[in-house]
Every structure is written in structure tokens, then in C-alpha cells.
């Protein structure tokens, strides 16, 4: 079999790594192929690295707005895991293909093809359901080969069903197509407790035109439910309910929400956590809220936002702090020069050339098709 044991699980949004700069992330994925690919031409080579490797390397293409690169290694990808297919044995690392073709997803919505990538989506949620089999590359997947794969890799299947819902959720709110956001999320409520607990929020923020009450009161009753950095996820998403109910208890309850998580601005925080913290400033902004603990709250969020690496958290902050009048400008101003310097050193093509020329080599070193 060419499924190994031991490989990692299907990781979750709150698992995952969080993005770095673009330079320390092709210098970091330059560092990893230099000391594996040696690795790479030998019996024991590792698939699972390799297709993370490649993964990365689009992405990183992808947040530079190098599309057409992105785009050319995730067909790439697809082609290499066609390529161990046996149609002898039917073994094949099936699950190397699904990243890939998630972000090929992503890339047909960037590109303003919205039918197209909910169709991708929607095919392999299909598949993941056992309705329907699905082409993949030269390789017609059965239906039948969900179950299989799900004894091979135990959450296979929910990864499948969280993974399509949120990001057509996400394609369709971004597009403004809240008809059909309305119909999708009404289809939800038994899948809802599956779901991860950012992607729950994330869903319940999307019942904005499908029942704000329903929605604030599934957000309520969580708050009571979680614990820790999930109680705060929902406390959060319930404050931005009752802002768009219009609520004149909204000011209350976000005070309430700052002094029960002041303490929390201390230490080591993950950029998943400073985004939270930073829609909670956010809150009390759009609120009018003004007081000595809002100032204090700011500061120190601030500094956590200065000392984070996350590019997408300090675009974030930079666009929060830019508003406000309460905190130190030439901080402001230190947090909106380190955003310049990242966005400005990824126009670089050299580090984007330099990473494609890996992933070339990479493909070369499993002696693997990729067409020039």
C-alpha cells in the first residue's frame, strides 16, 4: 500500500500554521527542500512531504498574485498524483489530490470565476457523500471509494464536508450572492455541530440576511457550551449580532467582553487569537465606546500586533489603528512601515523563480512528470 501509517491527520483551521511573511516563508520552504531532497530520490522518499512542499510553494505564489504560477503547480500536483495510480491495485495516494484541488478553487473564484469554483467544490462534496463519482485528472474516482478512504484516513470525510461548505460560503458572501448564501445555510443546522469552532462562527456570522435571532441565539447558547479561546470565538461573533440587530444592549455586553479578556493580552498569543482580539477592538470602535480600559485594551494590542509575524493579522491591524485616536501614532506609524516593507519585498520575482526552480527539482528527483 502506498498509504504509509503514522502520516498526519487532516488538520483544521485552528491547527494550521499560521502564515508568515512571504520572505520568511519561501526562505523557511528554501531551507526544508535543501535539507530533504536528498530525501526525495530515495525508496523511502516521502509523499507527504513532497505534496506540502509543492502546497506551499503555490500558496506563496498565490499571496504574491503570481496566479498563473499557483494555479500551474496545483495541476501539477494533480498530475503527479494521477501518475501512481494502478489501475492493477487501485492504490493510489488519493488524498494528495484534495488540497490541490481546493486551491484550484480558490484560484478559479480570485480569478472571478464564481460558478466555476463552487462547481470544483461542489463535485467533491458530492464524492464525499457517496453521491456520485467525480474525474480527477485522467482517473475516474467511484463514489464507493469514500468509505475506503475514510478507514484509511479517519476524518477524511468531515475535513471533505467543512472544507467545501465554508469556503462556497465563503466564495458566495464574497460575491454577494446572499440568496444563495440564505439557501446553503438553511441546509446546515444538523451539520453546524461538525463543524469546527471558527467555522461555526464563521457560519453563524453569515446569518445575517437568513435570521439574525436564530443566529444570536445559537451564539448565546455556545457561549455557554465552550471554553477558553472558543467562548471568546462565540462571545465575539454574539456581539457582532446584536451590533447588526441594532441592539442597545451591544455597548454592555462588548464592555463586558474587554474586561473578561484584558487578560488574556499577556504572553505568547497564536495571529488566530490576535485576529479575534482585534475584532473585538473593532467592536468597541464601531460601537462609539470610550473609556480608559478601551485605551489601555488598545495599547496593548498594539504591541501584540507589532511583535506578530502573520502579514494577514498586521494588514488587519494596520487598517484597525489607522482609525483610531487613542493610541501612539509613532507606533502606528512603525506597524504601517514593517506592513510596506513585506509588500514591497514580495514584488521580488527572484524568490518566487527561486521556489518554482525547488519545486522543479523536487518533481525531477522522484522522476515524476512536469511539464516545462
Known sequence: MIFAEGE????TPCDRPTFLPFIDEA????????????LFDRSDRSLEEIFWFLNRVALVCHRASETRLARRLCCQELKLSSSLYSATTRDWPLKLSLQPWINLARLDFSAGHLDTAVFRLRKLQWWSEGICSFKLGRIEVPSEWIDRMEQIEPGLRAFLENATTVEMLWFLAKSNRWDRVVSLVELLPEKLSKLSVAQEAYVLGLTETAGIQRGLNRAIKKVNEETGWGRLVFAVRTAQLLQKKADPSTGIYVLGLIEAVFETLHGSLSAEQVKILLQVARLALETKLSSELIERFNVELLNLCLNTKDVLVVAEAREFFLRCTDVDKSAVNK??????????????????????????????LVKLPLDS
Open 8 to 11: 498526519k491527520r487532516f488538520l
Open 27 to 38: 526562505q523557511k520552504l528554501s531551507e526544508f527542500y535543501d535539507c530533504k531532497a536528498s
Open 335 to 364: 506597524l504601517c512601515e514593517g506592513w510596506r516593507a513585506n509588500t514591497e519585498a514580495v514584488g521580488s520575482n527572484i524568490v518566487l523563480e527561486q521556489l518554482l526552480h525547488r519545486a522543479r527539482e523536487c518533481v525531477n
